[in-house]
């Protein structure tokens, strides 16, 4: 492949566009300039794919979909503004070699065309946690194919694999492919928050963000179940695949912003990886040079002996 280029952590809140958010976007300042940034950052990469994971697609329990209609498009009707439409060409190449490398490593990938969006009772449409980005990647005039990923409620180690198989499929396609995953953060951060409030919610974001900052992946994978569930996020399943996409790239990490002003946090973090470079990625990776099959090997014999 060319290049994976970079890509960014982004929250997706519908009133982060203007014509939704009117006066409140205010409240967002820091997000919202910090996603201007983001988007004139990855236009100057000049990406020919996006790949972009979202949480809020067709989830299913036992696998990932993706999106393999030629063309996907969506508004935000939903949220009161119709008229903004947002439509993009879907990299269906990469779709296919992505299916078929992630059927080798293991991890079931629903393959969602329109006839079988029918059965399943689904649109293959953009969602809001792929339009939010999107609207500001339009914005800063990038122009390019997309994969729509959605998560699956997957343990987080079939992400994180499910991401290595992205990077393995891409690899021989000449692309420039940059990586948008779209996560809010805590939504328990204040008393009326929209899930409630804990007390240990700003203590997972704290933890998650600094752990990104760092490249740490044993810092993403020891957080705490419990404090997991506190948090009642709806990003750290993105979080794994990108994880998972960027193994064994030298990647750097920058926080461009981070608030919580409505009791749920927003991250937005820029990667950029370093061309032609390869190396552990986020801290010590004992995994990072192993195939497929030793890794599916190493993953079997640790959970005979953990369990």
């Known amino acids: 492949m060319k290049q994976i280029v970079g890509g960014a952590l982004v929250p997706h809140p519908p009133m982060l566009i203007p014509e939704i958010g009117g006066q409140s976007l205010q409240e967002v300042e820091k997000t919202r300039l910090a996603m201007e940034k983001m988007s004139a950052r990855i236009k100057s990469w000049n990406p020919d794919t996006l790949i972009v994971i979202t949480?809020?697609?067709p989830v299913?329990?036992?696998?990932?979909?993706?999106a393999a209609a030629p063309k996907l498009q969506g508004d935000f009707a939903n949220f009161g503004a119709g008229g903004i439409r947002i439509s993009a060409e879907t990299d269906l190449e990469a779709v296919d070699a992505i299916v078929k490398q992630a059927g080798q490593y293991g991890i079931p990938v629903l393959r969602i065309t329109e006839n079988s969006a029918q059965r399943y009772g689904l649109a293959?449409?953009?969602d809001h946690?792929?339009?939010?980005?999107?609207?500001?990647?339009?914005r800063a005039g990038v122009k390019a194919k997309i994969v729509h990923i959605t998560v699956g409620w997957l343990e987080y180690e079939d992400l994180f694999m499910f991401g290595q198989a992205v990077q393995e499929a891409l690899r021989p396609l000449e692309r420039r492919v940059?990586?948008?995953?779209?996560?809010?953060?805590?939504?328990r951060l204040t008393p009326d928050a929209p899930a409630g409030y804990s007390k240990h919610a700003r203590g997972f974001d704290e933890a998650l963000v600094k752990a990104l900052e760092r490249m740490d992946l044993e810092g993403v994978r020891n957080l705490e179940p419990a404090l997991i569930e506190e948090a009642g996020e709806c990003g750290l399943r993105p979080v794994y695949i990108l994880l998972g996409i960027f193994r064994g790239l030298k990647v750097g990490a920058?926080?461009?912003?981070?608030e919580g002003p409505f009791g749920v946090g927003y991250a937005v973090i820029e990667f950029q990886t370093e061309v032609g470079a390869r190396m552990t990625e986020m801290g010590v990776d004992k995994t990072a040079g192993e195939s497929v099959y030793v890794n599916l090997a190493?993953?079997?014999l640790e959970?005979?002996?953990l369990t």
């Open 55 to 57: 949480p809020h697609g």
């Open 60 to 66: 299913f329990r036992d696998a990932v979909s993706i």
């Open 124 to 126: 293959v449409t953009l």
């Open 129 to 138: 946690g792929a339009l939010v980005p999107m609207y500001y990647l339009a």
């Open 178 to 187: 940059a990586v948008i995953c779209s996560g809010d953060l805590s939504h």
């Open 254 to 258: 920058s926080k461009l912003s981070y």
């Open 298 to 300: 190493r993953r079997s």
């Open 303 to 305: 959970h005979f002996v």
